[in-house]
């Protein structure tokens, strides 16, 4: 079951203005190493986007940073904004971030197996999100809509669910009640960190229905971080590209994967194309190898991997098109038309 | 308060940097220094000692520190610095022995209770190291000396076997993870006997494990010996030890508090020094603390 | 029955048998003591029939495993026997004395804890800054020094030069209250404090394996604040460790008490089990030990049983 996109609205992106969350010129380091560098994007109420990248590229620390859960030894710069929020996530109090996750902002993670507190029963888990912020009066009532929202992630029998305790469920199970804490307060928000990357194939796609499910029954909005392109496909509107810590390229996902521009999209998606081979006849691949963090190289990240690199590149490419679709590459491929 | 989030996020956020070999840090270094001037003054005593340490002569009892005697005499006329590095010999000795019986019993039987495939033994293995397990050393010593007659021997032996069911429970536990790993479970597929599974693969692979528990034990010895000396079931006078000396002296702790000052320094030190030894090789060799430090 | 009720079962079961053993491997070491107990009571030269009738009424005439059967029998009632040496029963003895040692040792446990806990947690939250480094550094040296060391030290300090505090001896509370208490602190520091150096380097270990895990991670996500996430996600699972670390420290302070009884001439069971050694007394020293042997296997018992209560992951469902 996928919920219908409203076709006007596809891929547009929105104006700051009309955002529910907004990222300008995010910055991510531990001391001198710089993690994530430059990131900007905004967020519609309502809207699915993509965060693809693979494992080094600073996707995860930027949704860290978004909840502000940085480790120690890691800083943050540069502004996020949520709407109805004066104040801006960077640099924000802990007691006043504490107020808006799980209530404005919330978070589902990759592993579900560790994920909850194994000496405390699935309902009290669920309930505690709800008394926290003061979504529901008292005890009982936290209690019985924790069942509730167990039964809409489609929990088998939520009443013995909820007794029970986490090591009693599995994996997949797990992360429904992973999701059912994050949708619990209809936040405006919510943040998937590959959330199904660890799960049963056959588990996967419910778990995909589900989450697209509940951020369109709340008009959330939906930031899903993964590597996985095909993923991504069926459940976004809109894809950002990282790489190296920046965003290479971002725009509607029909767009981005069968019109990619930056040469990294495109190894990407050549990549992940498993009937096709270049020319001796191997699958495709990107050559080389992802750089440890911190260690890429000046100027466009992409440059030592890259066969269409020249002098150009030692230049940080600048951001060529619109804001929510565009690319930053000296030597695009591709074609200019929409 | 401090910010949770910092201490809770630190293994997903550490860049890679990790990958280089860690340096036995100063942990390593202090506490084999330590150890060295325990090794240091055993070794020195049996070349030379300024006196005999057990010497008797009574009209140089209860001097005070000098240039003569450096740490002063005892109420027996003893030299007490003497009686220090004959007695780092005896502890010393009493920790290899004791630590060194526990390790090669406790270690193979660990290995056994593990590979065993049969789970009537390693049951029976386990279950008999938890009754040795509830009786204490000293306890054992106690006994053993009733029994036999106090000498260090009988401290060695007590203590050697109380510390059997520590070797044995980190053998079996390190030995059911290397068990646990895929090359092993094909080398058992493949028919190799579980001897050679056992030396080569399983021995070398908790043999870290085994030293740091090691340098742990040596410090348990060293107090449990100090503890035996001092309740008498140690070794015997006039041998001295480091122990005794504490219960010879007790008596004059109004009058010369230097004498305790000086038998209680060296088994400090001595432990002291095996804790941060173990403890610094656990940070060089312990895979489970690779995320946390 | 449910899978909690026969897990406790053949616990018990298997308490019971370790008691069994413990008691065999007891009697039989005891019963190498060469020597023989009449003649030792009686002197070198008592008449042969003298010595007989002493063993008739001792009861040593019989085959071992009889006696062994009369001695274990009678435990479970509170009979130790009778003495050989001193001719007085042994079991009121030990009643007197393990009440002395009991003071000692839960006080010490108490303050064990109370200095601990804090402090190991403090440890782990500030693992990197100064503090923490700190109390890391000051428990090192604390579990260098060995109780009746630091007891030593603290009669130095406390009773010799600054005299607070006696430097020894013994009143019941009932007697004296105020002199009970003087008399405790010393001997309970010495054990409380070398206690507490090990118990906190447990605790901050327990706290900070716990801090690391992702379950931590998704409360903060909820939007608990730190104080609140520790005490209720990171506590909780803390406890799990530090409980059986716990269980150990009751065995190590219940021995370490022997050694402090001595600095401290205290008449609690340690004395009255060297005293018995010294004296030959056999089944004094038989009877004490098994006493201590039971005790640990005890409190391995309800560490164990608590363990499975705490961590519902151990309830076999």
């Given at each position: 079951?996928?919920?219908?996109?409203?076709?006007?609205?596809?891929g547009a992106g929105?104006?700051?203005?009309?955002?529910?969350?907004?990222?300008?010129?995010?910055?991510?380091?531990?001391?001198?190493?710089?993690?994530?560098?430059?990131?900007?994007?905004?967020?519609?109420?309502?809207?699915?986007?993509?965060?693809?990248?693979?494992?080094?590229?600073?996707?995860?620390?930027?949704?860290?940073?978004?909840?502000?859960?940085?480790?120690?030894?890691?800083?943050?710069?540069?502004?996020?904004?949520?709407?109805?929020?004066?104040?801006?996530?960077?640099?924000?109090?802990?007691?006043?971030?504490?107020?808006?996750?799980?209530?404005?902002?919330?978070?589902?993670?990759?592993?579900?197996?560790?994920?909850?507190?194994?000496?405390?029963?699935?309902?009290?888990?669920?309930?505690?999100?709800?008394?926290?912020?003061?979504?529901?009066?008292?005890?009982?009532?936290?209690?019985?809509?924790?069942?509730?929202?167990?039964?809409?992630?489609?929990?088998?029998?939520?009443?013995?669910?909820?007794?029970?305790?986490?090591?009693?469920?599995?994996?997949?199970?797990?992360?429904?009640?992973?999701?059912?804490?994050?949708?619990?307060?209809?936040?405006?928000?919510?943040?998937?960190?590959?959330?199904?990357?660890?799960?049963?194939?056959?588990?996967?796609?419910?778990?995909?229905?589900?989450?697209?499910?509940?951020?369109?029954?709340?008009?959330?909005?939906?930031?899903?971080?993964?590597?996985?392109?095909?993923?991504?496909?069926?459940?976004?509107?809109r894809v950002?590209v990282?790489?190296?810590?920046?965003?290479v390229e971002a725009g509607p996902v029909e767009e981005v994967f069968t019109n990619p521009r930056h040469r990294y999209t495109e190894?990407?998606l050549?990549?992940?194309?498993?009937?096709?081979?270049?020319?001796?006849?191997?699958?495709?691949?990107?050559?080389?190898?992802?750089?440890?963090?911190?260690?890429?190289?000046?100027?466009?990240?992409?440059?030592?991997?890259?066969?269409h690199?020249?002098?150009?590149?030692?230049?940080?490419p600048p951001w060529m098109g619109a804001a929510a679709h565009g690319h930053a590459c000296w030597h695009p491929g591709g074609t200019d038309e929409r | 308060?401090?910010?949770?989030?910092?201490?809770?996020?630190?293994?997903?956020?550490?860049?890679?940097?990790?990958?280089?070999?860690?340096?036995?840090?100063?942990?390593?270094?202090?506490?084999?220094?330590?150890?060295?001037?325990?090794?240091?003054?055993?070794?020195?005593?049996?070349?030379?000692?300024?006196?005999?340490?057990?010497?008797?002569?009574?009209?140089?009892?209860?001097?005070?520190?000098?240039?003569?005697?450096?740490?002063?005499?005892?109420?027996?006329?003893?030299?007490?610095?003497?009686?220090?590095?004959?007695?780092?010999?005896?502890?010393?000795?009493?920790?290899?022995?004791?630590?060194?019986?526990?390790?090669?019993?406790?270690?193979?039987?660990?290995?056994?209770?593990?590979?065993?495939?049969?789970?009537?033994?390693?049951?029976?293995?386990?279950?008999?190291?938890?009754?040795?397990?509830?009786?204490?050393?000293?306890?054992?010593?106690?006994?053993?000396?009733?029994?036999?007659?106090?000498?260090?021997?009988?401290?060695?032996?007590?203590?050697?076997?109380?510390?059997?069911?520590?070797?044995?429970?980190?053998?079996?536990?390190?030995?059911?993870?290397?068990?646990?790993?895929?090359?092993?479970?094909?080398?058992?597929?493949?028919?190799?006997?579980?001897?050679?599974?056992?030396?080569?693969?399983?021995?070398?692979?908790?043999?870290?494990?085994?030293?740091?528990?090691?340098?742990?034990?040596?410090?348990?010895?060293?107090?449990?010996?100090?503890?035996?000396?001092?309740?008498?079931?140690?070794?015997?006078?006039?041998?001295?030890?480091?122990?005794?000396?504490?219960?010879?002296?007790?008596?004059?702790?109004?009058?010369?508090?230097?004498?305790?000052?000086?038998?209680?320094?060296?088994?400090?030190?001595?432990?002291?020094?095996?804790?941060?030894?173990?403890?610094?090789?656990?940070?060089?060799?312990?895979?489970?603390?690779?995320?946390?430090? | 029955?449910?899978?909690?009720?026969?897990?406790?079962?053949?616990?018990?079961?298997?308490?019971?048998?370790?008691?069994?053993?413990?008691?065999?491997?007891?009697?039989?070491?005891?019963?190498?003591?060469?020597?023989?107990?009449?003649?030792?009571?009686?002197?070198?030269?008592?008449?042969?029939?003298?010595?007989?009738?002493?063993?008739?009424?001792?009861?040593?005439?019989?085959?071992?495993?009889?006696?062994?059967?009369?001695?274990?029998?009678?435990?479970?009632?509170?009979?130790?026997?009778?003495?050989?040496?001193?001719?007085?029963?042994?079991?009121?003895?030990?009643?007197?004395?393990?009440?002395?040692?009991?003071?000692?040792?839960?006080?010490?446990?108490?303050?064990?804890?109370?200095?601990?806990?804090?402090?190991?947690?403090?440890?782990?939250?500030?693992?990197?800054?100064?503090?923490?480094?700190?109390?890391?550094?000051?428990?090192?040296?604390?579990?260098?020094?060995?109780?009746?060391?630091?007891?030593?030290?603290?009669?130095?300090?406390?009773?010799?030069?600054?005299?607070?505090?006696?430097?020894?001896?013994?009143?019941?509370?009932?007697?004296?209250?105020?002199?009970?208490?003087?008399?405790?602190?010393?001997?309970?520091?010495?054990?409380?404090?070398?206690?507490?150096?090990?118990?906190?380097?447990?605790?901050?270990?327990?706290?900070?394996?716990?801090?690391?895990?992702?379950?931590?991670?998704?409360?903060?996500?909820?939007?608990?604040?730190?104080?609140?996430?520790?005490?209720?996600?990171?506590?909780?699972?803390?406890?799990?460790?530090?409980?059986?670390?716990?269980?150990?420290?009751?065995?190590?302070?219940?021995?370490?008490?022997?050694?402090?009884?001595?600095?401290?001439?205290?008449?609690?069971?340690?004395?009255?089990?060297?005293?018995?050694?010294?004296?030959?007394?056999?089944?004094?020293?038989?009877?004490?030990?098994?006493?201590?042997?039971?005790?640990?296997?005890?409190?391995?018992?309800?560490?164990?049983?608590?363990?499975?209560?705490?961590?519902?992951?151990?309830?076999?469902?």
């Amino acid at each position: 079951m996928t919920t219908q996109i409203d076709p006007a609205r596809r891929g547009a992106g929105v104006a700051p203005s009309e955002a529910v969350l907004t990222v300008e010129g995010l910055n991510v380091s531990a001391g001198d190493v710089p993690l994530v560098k430059d990131v900007s994007f905004s967020l519609a109420a309502g809207e699915r986007v993509g965060l693809i990248g693979e494992s080094g590229s600073g996707k995860s620390l930027t949704a860290t940073s978004l909840m502000g859960l940085l480790g120690e030894g890691l800083q943050a710069s540069g502004s996020i904004r949520l709407a109805g929020v004066s104040h801006d996530l960077v640099g924000a109090s802990p007691k006043q971030l504490a107020k808006l996750r799980g209530r404005q902002m919330t978070m589902v993670f990759q592993e579900p197996m560790t994920a909850l507190n194994p000496t405390m029963r699935v309902v009290d888990q669920v309930a505690e999100v709800m008394l926290i912020h003061g979504t529901a009066d008292s005890r009982a009532a936290a209690r019985k809509a924790s069942v509730d929202m167990l039964e809409r992630v489609r929990l088998p029998d939520p009443e013995r669910a909820a007794k029970a305790y986490p090591h009693q469920l599995s994996g997949g199970q797990r992360q429904r009640v992973v999701l059912a804490i994050a949708l619990a307060n209809d936040p405006k928000v919510l943040l998937c960190d590959e959330p199904t990357t660890a799960l049963d194939v056959t588990v996967q796609s419910q778990m995909l229905d589900l989450i697209a499910a509940g951020v369109a029954e709340r008009g959330a909005a939906l930031l899903f971080i993964t590597h996985d392109l095909a993923v991504v496909a069926t459940v976004c509107e809109r894809v950002l590209v990282m790489y190296g810590g920046r965003i290479v390229e971002a725009g509607p996902v029909e767009e981005v994967f069968t019109n990619p521009r930056h040469r990294y999209t495109e190894g990407l998606l050549a990549a992940s194309d498993l009937e096709s081979s270049d020319d001796s006849g191997r699958l495709n691949t990107i050559p080389g190898t992802v750089p440890p963090a911190g260690r890429f190289p000046s100027g466009c990240v992409f440059r030592n991997r890259c066969a269409h690199a020249d002098q150009t590149c030692a230049e940080l490419p600048p951001w060529m098109g619109a804001a929510a679709h565009g690319h930053a590459c000296w030597h695009p491929g591709g074609t200019d038309e929409r | 308060m401090a910010d949770l989030s910092a201490t809770a996020s630190e293994v997903v956020e550490e860049p890679e940097a990790r990958a280089t070999r860690r340096p036995l840090g100063p942990t390593f270094k202090l506490g084999a220094v330590v150890v060295g001037l325990v090794l240091l003054a055993a070794l020195v005593s049996f070349v030379w000692t300024p006196y005999n340490p057990e010497l008797v002569d009574p009209r140089e009892r209860l001097l005070g520190p000098s240039a003569s005697h450096w740490l002063g005499t005892d109420k027996f006329g003893r030299d007490v610095f003497s009686q220090i590095l004959v007695g780092a010999r005896i502890t010393l000795f009493v920790g290899v022995i004791a630590v060194g019986l526990a390790a090669l019993i406790g270690t193979p039987i660990g290995i056994i209770a593990a590979m065993s495939r049969r789970k009537s033994v390693s049951e029976t293995l386990l279950r008999g190291s938890d009754l040795v397990l509830a009786t204490p050393a000293l306890l054992l010593a106690i006994m053993f000396g009733a029994v036999f007659g106090a000498s260090t021997l009988t401290a060695m032996i007590a203590i050697g076997i109380a510390t059997i069911p520590a070797f044995l429970r980190l053998a079996r536990s390190g030995t059911l993870q290397v068990m646990a790993t895929e090359y092993i479970m094909a080398a058992r597929i493949a028919g190799r006997p579980p001897l050679a599974i056992a030396t080569r693969h399983v021995l070398p692979n908790i043999a870290g494990l085994v030293i740091i528990q090691g340098s742990v034990a040596f410090a348990i010895a060293v107090l449990a010996e100090a503890a035996l000396s001092f309740l008498g079931f140690g070794t015997p006078p006039p041998t001295p030890s480091w122990g005794r000396m504490l219960q010879e002296s007790q008596e004059l702790i109004t009058s010369n508090p230097l004498l305790l000052l000086w038998p209680a320094l060296a088994i400090a030190l001595a432990v002291l020094g095996f804790n941060l030894l173990g403890d610094g090789l656990r940070d060089r060799f312990d895979p489970k603390l690779e995320a946390r430090r | 029955m449910s899978p909690l009720l026969r897990n406790a079962a053949s616990r018990l079961a298997v308490f019971f048998a370790s008691i069994v053993i413990a008691s065999i491997l007891i009697f039989a070491f005891m019963s190498i003591l060469p020597g023989d107990p009449a003649r030792v009571a009686l002197g070198v030269n008592a008449s042969p029939e003298a010595v007989r009738a002493l063993h008739a009424q001792f009861g040593t005439d019989r085959p071992l495993p009889v006696q062994y059967l009369h001695w274990v029998t009678g435990l479970p009632r509170g009979d130790f026997g009778t003495s050989y040496v001193s001719q007085a029963t042994i079991g009121p003895q030990i009643a007197d004395r393990l009440l002395v040692t009991l003071w000692l040792v839960i006080t010490a446990m108490i303050v064990s804890i109370f200095i601990a806990v804090p402090l190991g947690i403090l440890a782990a939250l500030r693992h990197r800054r100064m503090s923490g480094l700190a109390v890391s550094g000051l428990s090192q040296v604390g579990i260098a020094i060995p109780g009746f060391v630091a007891g030593i030290g603290l009669i130095y300090v406390f009773a010799v030069k600054l005299r607070l505090f006696p430097s020894g001896g013994w009143t019941p509370p009932a007697e004296d209250p105020p002199a009970f208490l003087k008399q405790l602190v010393l001997p309970v520091l010495s054990l409380g404090l070398v206690q507490a150096a090990i118990l906190t380097r447990y605790v901050r270990s327990a706290v900070l394996d716990v801090l690391q895990e992702d379950y931590i991670r998704t409360a903060l996500a909820k939007g608990l604040g730190s104080f609140r996430t520790l005490v209720r996600h990171g506590l909780r699972n803390a406890a799990i460790p530090v409980v059986t670390v716990l269980g150990l420290q009751l065995t190590t302070l219940l021995i370490g008490a022997v050694v402090i009884e001595r600095v401290f001439v205290i008449p609690g069971l340690g004395s009255l089990l060297l005293d018995g050694v010294a004296n030959r007394d056999l089944l004094l020293v038989q009877g004490v030990v098994m006493l201590l042997v039971v005790a640990a296997l005890l409190i391995n018992f309800v560490v164990d049983l608590l363990y499975t209560i705490l961590d519902p992951r151990l309830r076999g469902a």
